[in-house]
């Protein structure tokens, strides 16, 4: 069994966290022969990462819930498509994924992976369909400790299914780069030899990057600066938050851009002021790139960042402790680049995408194996419609 048929099973193809962790493992699962698909659950028009998928040579398809309620031929539908492509691994990701792929993938006589990207809080009714899914499923990963304790405290899945697999990032893109800082601090009207703070992120509620302009709104001036790099809802009511500072010509918002490598070599420090999280690929990039960091102890964020160490930690919510922390690191660069470099080190060395596509290729093997010994044979007797579309 040298070569797997792998289906990645997505709540969307938009572009968060879990879209961009599923497509650096098909790029690497590509490139290693496995065949690979992408199934998004959501209505179209598709998300971004649909087109990102078929770049990287994999197959792309949605097929979508019939009404708004609880719709149990999802999955005997997409047991019938997965079961058409004689999938060996069924990966889903998120809650949504896991309601649907993991019985789909047991109907299609499939192995069932399943990752848990964030906290997902959820109602009593789709906690019970949850945990019922999860029994079925041959492996439940976690990518931070704090997320699998959470995933145990839950009751969650089988504790002698559950794993932890570190998120990866390419850390070829992502590296300290004075050619582009000159470039990126020119391209938004930021003196080269400004502090810097920035952010990346999409612009909603539970980013808070309100707490962010508040806590730097004290420090603005021609020497110090602030970035927020992303788009998203709340970014009308940022702007205005921004407009209220004493200073909000030093306030710069980007907008979405696809060069956030680039723009975060232009930063002296990166901030996260998340309310909630998982394990946020953007502050392994910021590490990546040796960026001091300053981030809310929220989530998984501990599990990465030890505080004093390889960042620094603020209570969620604590603007005012943000502004010492950020005042601190503006007048202490010399330690805060020695916290920089050792993230950095850990990054590299535990957070690699290559490393997190072994990790999972060596977990998919052991539960396609159990799959193959127990008989199955991924026969699916069924006439139900299939609605799909995409590349």
């Known amino acids: 069994m040298s070569q797997l048929s792998i289906a990645h099973v997505l709540s969307s193809f938009g572009m968060g966290g879990q879209e961009r962790v ?4 098909a790029k690497l699962q590509r490139q290693s022969g496995h065949r690979v698909l992408a199934i998004s659950l959501a209505p179209l028009p598709e998300g971004p990462t649909g087109r990102a998928f078929r770049d990287a040579g994999v197959e792309t398809h949605t097929i979508t819930k019939h009404g708004p309620s609880f719709d149990p031929s999802l999955a005997v539908r ?32 499939a192995a069932c992976v399943h990752t848990k990207h964030g906290i997902n809080p959820d109602t009593d009714r789709r906690m019970w369909l949850r945990r019922a899914a999860s029994r079925i499923a041959d492996a439940y ?10 995933a145990l405290r839950n009751n969650e899945c089988d504790p002698a299914h559950l794993h932890v697999i570190n998120n990866g990032i390419d ?34 509620p539970e980013k808070n990057q309100g707490l962010l302009i508040d806590a730097m709104a004290p420090m603005l001036d021609r020497r110090r600066h602030l970035v927020l790099v992303g788009d998203g809802p709340e970014r009308a009511d940022l702007e205005r938050r921004a407009a209220g500072t004493w200073r909000p010509e030093f306030i710069h918002f980007t907008g979405a851009r696809n060069d956030t490598p680039a723009l975060m070599a232009a930063f002296d420090a990166f901030a996260l002021t998340s309310s909630s999280e998982g394990l946020p690929l953007v502050l392994l990039e910021a590490m990546a790139t040796r960026l001091p960091v300053v981030a809310t102890s929220v989530g998984g964020v501990p599990d990465l960042v030890q505080d004093g160490v390889t960042g620094y930690l603020v209570d969620a919510g604590d ?51 159990g799959a193959w010994r127990a008989g199955r044979n991924r026969a699916v007797e069924t006439e139900a419609p299939l609605v799909v579309s995409g590349g």
């Open 22 to 25: 599923a497509l650096d493992l």
């Open 319 to 369: 603007w005012v402790g943000f502004t010492k922390k950020l005042i601190w690191l503006s007048s202490h660069a010399p330690e805060a680049l020695v916290a920089a470099s050792v993230a950095r080190r850990a990054v590299l060395d535990r957070h690699s995408v290559e490393h997190m596509a072994r990790d999972y290729e060596s977990l998919y093997r052991r539960v396609a194996r």
């Open 141 to 150: 990963v976690a990518v931070t400790p704090s997320l699998a304790r959470v």
């Open 78 to 109: 997409l047991a019938k498509y997965l079961s058409a492509h004689r999938t060996d691994v069924v990966h889903t990701h998120n809650p949504h994924a896991l309601i649907y792929g993991s019985p789909a993938a047991a109907l299609a006589r």
């Open 171 to 204: 850390t070829r893109k992502f590296a300290p780069d004075p050619d582009a800082r000159l470039r990126a601090r020119a391209e938004l009207g930021i003196p080269e030899d400004a502090w810097v703070v920035g952010t990346v992120g999409r612009l909603a």
